[in-house]
């Protein structure tokens, strides 16, 4: 009987050892970098802006489907902010700090 009871506190004892080395690893997991399906849902219902109903339904729809066209964000926000300065017809310094204050922000 006695041994009984030692195996039992045993089991116990080693049941909440266990318990509290594998709490810990459990909590980092909630701090993990979003996925990519996270990251593209996120910029999407960004972009979606004030869309509501059908309409953003539709827009997201297309957003989350879109294949990635194999540029960064950076260049496409480089491409875009070059298009702009190009349409306002700036040179120089004036297409300078338009480039850096568009890609800033």
Excluded: Y
Excluded at 25 to 50: F, I, L, R, W, Y
Excluded at 83 to 92: F, R, Y
């Amino acid at each position: 009987m006695k041994q009984l009871i030692a195996l039992i506190a045993l089991s116990g004892a080693a049941l909440l050892s266990f318990a509290q080395t594998a709490a810990p690893a459990a909590a980092p997991a909630a701090d993990k970098a979003p996925t990519a399906q996270q990251s593209k849902m996120a910029t999407c219902n960004k972009d979606a802006g004030e869309k509501k109903g059908d309409e953003r339904k539709a827009f997201m729809k297309e957003c989350l489907s879109a294949k990635p066209d194999g540029k960064t964000a950076q260049q496409n926000k480089m491409k875009t902010c070059n298009e702009d300065a190009g349409k306002k017809a700036l040179k120089g310094d004036e297409r300078k700090k338009f480039m850096s204050e568009c890609l800033k922000g």
